[in-house]
């Protein structure tokens, strides 16, 4: 799981956290990275987009005890 504080937006750290978790994925020859967002968080959508990720699909959340609200997720992929 990766979060963000909200005071912390904009700042840069998400970007260089993500440079440092794609050159992990390199070293160890993957090809591809697959994450999962809230289809309500426009701002991290927007976020994955600009490093280059693209929507593949809509998927739920199944397990107990998370809110219908937070039950929507779009799932996203970037090859490497």
Known sequence: KFYIVPEQINK????EVFKQVLEF???????????NVLDSNIGAIHFYK???FEYHSDTKVT???FLEKFRG???MTKKI
């Open 12 to 15: 840069g750290f998400g970007s």
């Open 25 to 35: 994925i390199k070293i160890n020859k993957q090809e591809n990275i697959v994450l």
């Open 50 to 52: 600009k490093l280059g």
């Open 63 to 65: 397990e107990i005890g």
């Open 73 to 75: 997720m779009q799932l």
